[in-house]
C-alpha cells in the first residue's frame, strides 16, 4: 500500500512539473527586443529558458539581442513570425521541440541532445549551424552562410527541405552526419568541407558540383576518411592527418595539393584518381604499401608541370597522360599490371630516382597532338603493343624500345632519334605516319606475320644503320619508300618487297643472310642500290621478282670508276628491252624468264656481270649449256658465244659476262632463242573481257588458220584449243597471269597475249 501510494506521489509531482512548465509560456505581442519586456506584454524571457514554451506569433518580429538557450522536454520554441538576430547571438536548443513556419535569420543556431525535435518548416538563414549530438530531420528552407558543424548526432534533409550553403562556406563535420530522404543539398556557392575527429565515411556534403577546397584533419594518421560516392574538389585538397581511402570511386582535384608526412591516400583496383590542376602543387602523392588504381589520369598545364609520386602504386587499368610530367621519385615504384595501358597525349613519364615497372605485358599509345618524347614507359620488358596516332608532329623515342606485341602506326611520325627499334609482333602502318630514321638507329623486325602491311620512312629522315627483317609467321615486307643502310640489312626470314623507290645500301654497308626464300624483290620501278669500288670481288645483288630469285654480280675492273650500282629485275624478255615495251619473247624463246636493269653512277663503266636464275624460270626448252647473258644495245637485244652456266649459291644457276663498257637491259638466252621479232608480222589480237573469269573471247583480223595454246609465265601449259575456236574456257584455270599463244598455222609465225584470271 505504502508503495502505491508513493508512486502515485511520484507521478503527482511530475504532472505537476509537466503542469506548471506548460503554464508558463512567453508569447511576443509586438514586435521588439528579446529582452524587453514590451515585446512579451510585461515579462521578458530569460537569456536560459528552461520548460517555458516560447511563441512568437505570425505578424511579430522578435530580435535577439542576447544568447539564448532552451530546454524543455515537453516544452516548443515557436517561430511563426520572425526571428532575427541584430548582433552575434546564438541560439542553443538543448531539450524539446524547436517548429513553426515563420523566418529566421540570427548568428548561430545550436541544437544539443537526443531529445530536440525539430518540425520547423519556414526560412531558416543563419550565420553557423551546430548540431552537436540531436536527431534532425529537416523539412525547412535552411541557408548558411559561414558554418555547418557536424559534430555528433544527425542531419537528414526530408522531402521538402533544402539546404543552402552561401559562396565560402564550410561543412565541418566530425562524428556527425548529413543525409538526404528526398531534400536537395544545393550549395548556393563554392564552398569547403573540413574533416576533423576519428574515422568516418563521406555523405552528401561532398555531392554538390559547388564544392570548392577539402581540409581532412583527423585524430591521427591512423583515421582512415572512407569516400562513400565520387568526389571532384574543385579547389585544394589539404591532408593534414589521416588516411583518404578512395575505394571504388572517383577522386579528382581540380587545385592544389598539400599532404603532410605521414598523411596518404589509399586506393584499390576500382580507384580512378584525376589531377586536373593548373596549379602548382606543394606536395607529391602518397599512397599506402599495396595500393593500385584502375585509372590514374595527370592533366596538368601549370607553370612546373610536375605531378611527383613519393610512394609506390599499380596501374590495373590506364595511366592517361594529358598534359604535364609525372615523375616517379626516389624510393617509389611504379607498376604496370597486365593488361594495363599508358595513355601518352601531351603529358610524360620520367623517373627522378624512381623505379619503373613493366615487366607484366601492357601496352603504349601516343594519341597528342604535338611532339612527344618518350620517356620510361616504353623501357619495361613486358611492352606488348604502341600505338602512335598524333594529329600533329612526331613521337621521338628518348631512349631504345622493344616493342613486343604490334606496333600500330595509324597518323604522325615515329623518330627515331638515333635509338634501336625492336619489333617482335607485328607492324600496322599507314602512309601518313612514316618512321623518322637515323643512321645510328637498328630497326629489328622480328614480325610473326605480315599481309599488305608497308614500311614507310619519313622522305628527308630515311637512314637506319641496321634493318634485320625476320619474318617468322611468312609473308614479305614492303618498303614504301626509300630507304638507306649505312651498316648492314640483315634478312633472317621473309623477302622485302620494293615499291617505286630505291633501297640504298651505302658504301661499306653490307647484305648479309639472303638466300633463294629471302631476296630484294623488285617488280614496280624501286632499284636495290650498292656501291661497287674498282677492282673489288663481285657485289651480290640479291634481287628476285615476286616468283622467285635472280640475283646479279658486279664487279668493275681495275681501271674503272667506282659509283654506285642499281639494279632490278622483271619477268619477260621485251624487244623494247624495258618491260612490256614490245613483243615478250619469252611467250616462246627458249630464255631465262627474267630482265635485268642495271643503272650506275660512275664516271666510268668496265664491268663484269654475273647472272643468276633459279631453274623454275627456265622457259620454252632453254638449254642452259649454250647460254649466253645478251645485252639490249642500239635498240636490239645482242649475242655471244654461248658457255655453259654453273651452278651458283642457294640452288641457282649463273653465267657470266665481261668487260661490259655501256648499261642497259640484260637477259639470259640459248644460242636457239629467237630475239628478234618482226612486229610488223604479229598478229593483232584482242582478248576480252580482260581479266576474265569463265570465258575468254578472242577476235583478230584476217582469215588464215590459227591454233591456241595457255601457258603460265613459267612456261607451263595448261590447256590447247582447237583451229579455229575463237571462245575459249578457263573456268578451270586457277587464278593468275597467263599467256595466250597464237600460232599461224599456214606461216608458224607466233603471236602472244598477256591475260589474267580472276
Known amino acids: 500500500m505504502r508503495t502505491t501510494l508513493l508512486r502515485s506521489g511520484f507521478l503527482l509531482l511530475i504532472l ?27 515579462t521578458a524571457p530569460s537569456a536560459s529558458v528552461s520548460n517555458q514554451d516560447i511563441i512568437i506569433p505570425s505578424g511579430i518580429e522578435v530580435n535577439m539581442d542576447t544568447d539564448v538557450s532552451f530546454s524543455g ?27 513553426g513556419n515563420g523566418d529566421i535569420d540570427i548568428q548561430r543556431i545550436e541544437f544539443a541532445g537526443i531529445l530536440v525535435s525539430f518540425s520547423f518548416s519556414g526560412n531558416l538563414t543563419v550565420n553557423t549551424f551546430a548540431n552537436m549530438g540531436s536527431i534532425l530531420a529537416i523539412t525547412s528552407q535552411v ?3 559561414d558554418s555547418l558543424y557536424l559534430d555528433d548526432g544527425s542531419f537528414t534533409l526530408n522531402t521538402g527541405s533544402n539546404l543552402m550553403l552561401d559562396a565560402d562556406a564550410k561543412v565541418v563535420r566530425n562524428d556527425g552526419s548529413l543525409a538526404t530522404s528526398g531534400g536537395v543539398f544545393n550549395s548556393g556557392g563554392a564552398y569547403h568541407v573540413h574533416y576533423i575527429g576519428g574515422s568516418k565515411t563521406t555523405g552528401i556534403e561532398i555531392n554538390s558540383v559547388n564544392m570548392e577546397n577539402a ?66 602543387l606543394n606536395s607529391g602523392l602518397m599512397f599506402t604499401s599495396g595500393s593500385s588504381v584502375d585509372q590514374f589520369s595527370v592533366d596538368y598545364t601549370g607553370s612546373s608541370g610536375n605531378v611527383m609520386l613519393e610512394s609506390s602504386l599499380d596501374i590495373a587499368g590506364e595511366l592517361q597522360l594529358h598534359n604535364g610530367t609525372v615523375s616517379i621519385e626516389s624510393g617509389s615504384v611504379l607498376t604496370m599490371n597486365a593488361g594495363s595501358l599508358v595513355q601518352v597525349m601531351n603529358g610524360s613519364l620520367e623517373s627522378n630516382g624512381g623505379t619503373f615497372t613493366g615487366t607484366a605485358s601492357y601496352d603504349v599509345e601516343y594519341m597528342g597532338d604535338s611532339t612527344v618524347t618518350t620517356g620510361v614507359e616504353i623501357t ?44 617482335n609482333g607485328s607492324l600496322t602502318q599507314d602512309i601518313l605516319t612514316p618512321i623518322m630514321g637515323n643512321s645510328n638507329s637498328d630497326l629489328h623486325l622480328n614480325i610473326t606475320s605480315v599481309a599488305d602491311d608497308t614500311l614507310y620512312f619519313d622522305g628527308s629522315e630515311n637512314d637506319l644503320e641496321q634493318l634485320i627483317v625476320n619474318i617468322t609467321g611468312g609473308g614479305d615486307l614492303v618498303l ?59 657485289k651480290v645483288f640479291p634481287v628476285g621478282t615476286t616468283s622467285n630469285y635472280s640475283p646479279a654480280s658486279i664487279q668493275q675492273a681495275s681501271g674503272s670508276a667506282s659509283g654506285n650500282f642499281m639494279v632490278k ?75 655453259s652456266a654453273v651452278s651458283g649459291a642457294n640452288g641457282t644457276y649463273e653465267i657470266t659476262r665481261t668487260g661490259l663498257t655501256s648499261l642497259s637491259p640484260f637477259a639470259v638466252a640459248d644460242e636457239d632463242a629467237e630475239l628478234v621479232v618482226d612486229e610488223n608480222e604479229l598478229l593483232t589480237i584482242n582478248l576480252y573481257p580482260n581479266p576474265c573469269t569463265d570465258v575468254m573471247n578472242i577476235s583478230y583480223e584476217g582469215a588464215d588458220q590459227y591454233s591456241y595454246q595457255i601457258t603460265d609465265v613459267a612456261g607451263r601449259i595448261y590447256d590447247i584449243a582447237d583451229n579455229g575456236t575463237n571462245q575459249m574456257d578457263v573456268s578451270g584455270l586457277s587464278k593468275g597471269t597467263y599467256i595466250l599463244k597464237i600460232t599461224n598455222t599456214q606461216t608458224n609465225k607466233l603471236s602472244v597475249k598477256q591475260f589474267i584470271k580472276k
Not at 505537476?16 to 510585461?42: C, E, H, M, Q, Y
Not at 604502341?386 to 623515342?397: A, K, R, Y
Not at 663484269?608 to 636464275?613: M, R, T, V
Open 480 to 538: 614504301g619508300t626509300e630507304l638507306h643502310i649505312h651498316d648492314e640489312l640483315t634478312m633472317t626470314s621473309g623477302s622485302i618487297m620494293l615499291m617505286n623507290e630505291d633501297l640504298i645500301i651505302e658504301e661499306n654497308a653490307d647484305i648479309t643472310g639472303y638466300s633463294d626464300t629471302r631476296y630484294i624483290m623488285t617488280p614496280y620501278m624501286g632499284m636495290l642500290q650498292m656501291h661497287i669500288a674498282a677492282s673489288d670481288p663481285y
Open 143 to 145: 541557408t548558411v552562410s
Open 16 to 42: 505537476t512539473a509537466i503542469s506548471s512548465g506548460r503554464l508558463l509560456a512567453f508569447t511576443a505581442v509586438a514586435d521588439g527586443n528579446w529582452t524587453d519586456p514590451a515585446t512579451w506584454g510585461g
Open 380 to 423: 619495361g620488358s613486358g611492352l606488348n603493343d604502341v600505338e602512335v596516332n598524333i594529329g600533329q608532329g612526331e613521337v621521338m623515342l628518348d631512349n631504345d624500345a622493344t616493342v613486343g606485341g604490334e606496333l600500330e602506326l595509324v597518323n604522325g611520325r615515329l623518330n627515331l632519334n638515333g635509338n634501336n627499334l625492336v619489333v
Open 73 to 99: 522536454l515537453l516544452n516548443s520554441f515557436t517561430v511563426d513570425g520572425t526571428l532575427t538576430s541584430s548582433t552575434n547571438s546564438e541560439l542553443s536548443i538543448d531539450l524539446g521541440t524547436f517548429n
Open 569 to 643: 629485275t622483271f619477268s619477260g624478255v621485251f624487244t623494247g628491252g624495258t618491260e612490256n615495251s614490245g613483243f615478250n619473247s619469252a611467250g616462246s624463246g627458249s630464255v631465262v624468264n627474267r630482265t635485268w636493269l642495271v643503272e650506275s653512277d660512275a664516271s666510268s663503266i668496265d664491268m663484269n656481270l654475273k647472272l643468276g636464275w633459279m631453274a623454275a624460270s627456265e622457259v620454252n626448252g632453254f638449254d642452259r649449256n649454250n647460254a649466253y647473258i645478251t645485252h639490249y644495245t642500239s635498240g636490239a637485244w645482242d649475242s655471244q658465244t654461248a658457255a
Open 215 to 280: 581540409d581532412i584533419t583527423l585524430d591521427d594518421n591512423t583515421a582512415v576518411l572512407t569516400l562513400g560516392s565520387d568526389l571532384i574538389i574543385h579547389g585544394d585538397l589539404k591532408l593534414n592527418t589521416g588516411i583518404l581511402n578512395v575505394g571504388a570511386n572517383d577522386l579528382e582535384i581540380q587545385g592544389n595539393l598539400d599532404i603532410q608526412s605521414g598523411a596518404m591516400f589509399t586506393t584499390t583496383s576500382s580507384s580512378n584518381l584525376r589531377i586536373e590542376t593548373s596549379s602548382s
